[in-house]
């Protein structure tokens, strides 16, 4: 085939994706759809219908109410779609980062659909145990499968560790202090399970401390402190 059939066929392929996209609507895009998730749906006629989402196609959502079997509508009529309150609840999570306790796990309790206030507890191998609590505020509703958010710790966010040497006393030190933090939740498959992955920024990263021992005439990389750090996680939703 010739260069002009070749870029008649991407055209068209092109056209047919964009109508595809853009012409859904845009108040459900994102919605976990087959899950047991109880979602608040509205209608432009001013309905408000209570039920699983089950699926979802170009023209219709299907909802399900109770045990009833699912029932389409018309998908250009949603106006918003919001989760149960009830579903509300909690998640633990798995990973590293100071939310995790440096490696352990994290316990979100959520107080609000948007707001949720997190314990985590881990270790350093060395050092044992390390605390962090904090919040977090999410952008998007929880009927979302991507969820950017904000969130701020108070714990242990650096550590000294010396060891080895034949006459300066070993260092396993916590230092505690503030990180602000900036990240996202990807809900994967049914909604009950997830990654995070945030950006935390130290306030104070122990650079002071490590340089009194510098003075003390340990051997420290000052500029080993830095003051960004990396949260990964797996996390389940309860």
Not at 109 to 124: E, I, K, M, Q, R
Not at 126 to 133: G, L, N, Q, V, W
Not at 163 to 185: C, H, T, W
Not at 202 to 213: I, K, T
Request: hydrophobic share 40%.
């Amino acid at each position: 085939m010739n260069k002009k059939v070749w870029k008649s066929i991407f055209m068209l392929c092109f056209i047919v994706f964009s109508i595809s996209v853009f012409s859904q609507n845009p108040n459900v895009k994102g919605i976990i759809a087959g899950t047991n998730r109880m979602y608040l749906v509205s209608f432009n006629s001013g309905q408000v219908i209570k039920g699983k989402i089950t699926s979802i196609d170009k023209e219709n959502i299907y909802i399900q109410e109770g045990n009833q079997d699912p029932r389409s509508y018309v998908l250009a009529d949603v106006i918003s779609v919001d989760v149960a309150s009830s579903q509300y609840k909690a998640s633990l999570g798995f990973g590293i980062g100071i939310s995790y306790g440096t490696i352990g796990i994290n316990g979100e309790f959520f107080a609000h659909p948007n707001v949720s206030l997190n314990l985590g507890v881990g270790t350093a191998i060395f050092i044992t145990p390390i605390i962090d609590a904090g919040c977090k505020l999410y952008f998007t509703g929880a009927e979302k499968k991507w969820r950017p958010r904000a969130s701020v710790y108070y714990g242990t966010n650096a550590i000294i560790w010396y060891s080895g040497d034949s006459y300066l006393p070993d260092i396993r030190e916590k230092l505690n202090n503030v990180s602000f933090g900036i990240g996202q939740a990807w809900v994967l498959g049914s909604g009950n399970r997830g990654l995070d992955l945030d950006i935390m920024y130290l306030v104070h990263n122990g650079a002071e401390r490590l340089e009194e021992y510098i003075n003390m005439g340990y051997d420290f990389d000052l500029n080993a402190m830095g003051h960004i750090k990396l949260n990964i996680g797996y996390r389940l939703y309860f």
